[in-house]
């Protein structure tokens, strides 16, 4: 079995349509695929509607959080999606995305930047975010890709037009995920090239209260990154996961880039009690 555990649609900032989306896992041979849009459930119906014969759908989100000052991201599996405190969480989120790139909007434009809220708000046909202002910072040629902003003289955490957002309290998000049936897997935590990362005593505190897995395999992990934290989850007790972290032509990665192995699937399956795995 080949088992992708995050990819993002339309619904939040993937550039493939979640019909689109589930298509491609399929055609790309991959029998497991998890649609893991940030904060937002809303591309659910549309995969599920759409799925080919002999593609699974693991219905997620990929929660934001914070722990200890620093910005992480929480990967809900299997939850149910009207369990009324998640869901008036993640309303909380997905709402505060707006001013949020509002704020970012006006200080780069303060900045010179050639970019109006128009069009990043054009570009983001679900959840808006960073990456759809990228995205008109490099139409406008300001940059030369996405990747170019998310650093501290732009829009990257800390930047010269940072501007934060509401994130849920780490510990939180894994109660609620737990409290609504769905497993908590934290998601790319030593992605070092994407800003500061908690250190893995936090991991450890986390896994305390709870925490079913970790993502090791992702391509912001290196290999000297993938063995530590393959050590740390054998020795937390962790499922390790892999996954592509798909947003279709936004990030140079294909769907099943990297994968989760047949057994840890396995056993996020019979953890969640909240949803189970849809097929066509």
């Known amino acids: 079995m080949r088992i992708d555990l995050h990819a993002h649609s339309t619904a939040s900032d993937g550039t493939d349509t979640p019909d689109e989306l589930v298509a491609k896992a399929s055609a790309a041979g991959l029998d497991v695929v998890a649609l893991t849009d940030h904060d937002t ?27 200890d000052g620093v910005s992480l991201h929480m990967l809900g599996y299997l939850f149910d999606p009207d369990e009324p405190e998640l869901a008036r ?15 970012i909007v006006t200080k780069l434009q303060e900045r010179g930047v050639p970019i109006t ?8 046909q679900g959840a808006v975010g960073r990456p759809h202002i990228a995205a008109a910072m490099v139409e406008a040629g300001v940059i030369p890709d996405i990747s170019a902003a998310f650093t501290a003289e732009w829009i990257g955490d800390g930047g010269r037009a940072y501007v934060g957002k509401h994130e849920l309290d780490a510990f939180t998000a894994v109660r609620l995920l737990h409290n609504a049936g769905g497993v908590a897997v934290f998601a790319h935590p030593l992605a070092l090239q ?9 991991i450890a505190r986390l896994a ?4 079913d897995g970790v993502e ?11 063995a530590r934290l393959r050590s740390l989850a054998a020795e937390l007790s962790l499922l390790p996961t892999g996954s592509s972290d798909y947003h279709g032509s936004r990030k140079e990665c294909g769907l099943g880039e990297n994968t989760t192995s047949p057994e840890v699937y396995a056993e996020i399956v019979t953890r969640a009690k909240g949803a189970r795995p849809l097929t066509a």
């Open 194 to 202: 994407r800003g500061r990362c908690v250190p893995e005593s936090a």
């Open 117 to 124: 809220w128009e069009r990043v708000r054009a570009l983001a």
């Open 89 to 103: 969480e993640r309303d909380l989120l997905r709402d505060d995305r707006v001013p949020r790139a509002r704020g």
């Open 216 to 226: 090791v395999d992702h391509m912001d992990h290196d290999a000297e990154v993938r």
């Open 41 to 67: 459930v809303a591309g659910h119906a549309a995969a599920a509607a759409a799925l080919p014969p002999g593609l699974t759908l693991v219905t997620g989100a990929e929660i934001s959080c914070r722990l």
């Open 208 to 211: 305390e209260a709870g925490l």
